[in-house]
Each structure stands twice: as structure tokens, then as C-alpha cells.
């Protein structure tokens, strides 16, 4: 079992920039991918980023690319998502969540372990 942590979420300005991080802890090793998700109210879930635990190969969604960066440091079992130039429409509760096998997809279904949310809100 992994347990998925999120932290770092809270309120910012537009134009601004927040870090989130996912600390992991259980049995772990490379071969697993970890994303980012988010869901706003009366919103479905979406793929924001992932990345793949083995190299750090990454992965984003079309509307963060440019503003948004997954990193993650193997040492501390977290990953950590980059949020820049922030937007209204980045608000939303961020999930951290992790899939066994090292292809980053962009399916929340595939994955199987989840933290418990991170609230992001971005003002205008």
C-alpha cells in the first residue's frame, strides 16, 4: 500500500505561483507513474501532469503546459507540482495520485493510490 499526502495548496493571486507536494510513504519502487489531478466544482476530474518515478519523464495537459511543472525527488518519495502563472481556472481541489508501471496516463482510473486533495484557489 502507498499513502499519498498532498500539501501547499492554499490562495493566490492570479498571475502567481504556488508549489504543491505529494509525499509517498509504503512500498514503493521506479516502477510506478504519479499525476496530478484536479476537479473544480460541478467539474470532472482531470489529468493535470505525471511523471514517471524512473527517469522523470513527464507529461501535461494541454491547458497547464508552459505554466505548470512535475518534478519529483527520489530520495524524499515526493513529488511536487510547479504552479505558475496561475489562472481563475486553475482553481479546483488537487490530487496527488500514483499507478503501478512506469507509463504516465491520463486516466484517473488507472490509478491506484490517491492522497486526499489540496485546495487551490486562484483570484482575480
Known amino acids: 500500500q502507498v499513502q499519498l499526502v498532498e500539501s501547499g495548496g492554499g490562495l493566490v493571486q492570479a498571475g502567481g505561483s504556488l508549489r504543491l507536494s505529494c509525499a509517498a510513504s509504503g512500498r514503493t519502487d521506479s516502477n510506478y507513474a504519479m499525476g496530478w489531478f484536479r476537479q473544480a466544482p460541478g467539474k470532472e476530474r482531470e489529468f493535470v501532469a505525471g511523471i514517471r518515478w524512473s527517469d522523470g519523464s513527464t507529461t501535461y495537459a494541454d491547458s497547464v503546459k508552459g505554466r505548470f511543472t512535475i518534478s519529483r525527488d527520489n530520495a524524499k518519495n515526493t513529488v511536487y507540482l510547479q504552479m505558475n502563472s496561475l489562472k481563475p481556472e486553475d482553481t479546483a481541489v488537487y490530487y496527488c495520485?500514483?499507478?503501478?508501471?512506469?507509463?504516465?496516463?491520463?486516466?484517473?482510473?488507472?490509478?491506484?493510490?490517491w492522497g486526499q486533495g489540496t485546495q487551490v484557489t486562484v483570484s482575480s
Open positions: 495520485a500514483a499507478k503501478r508501471g512506469w507509463r504516465v496516463t491520463m486516466s484517473a482510473s488507472e490509478y491506484r493510490y
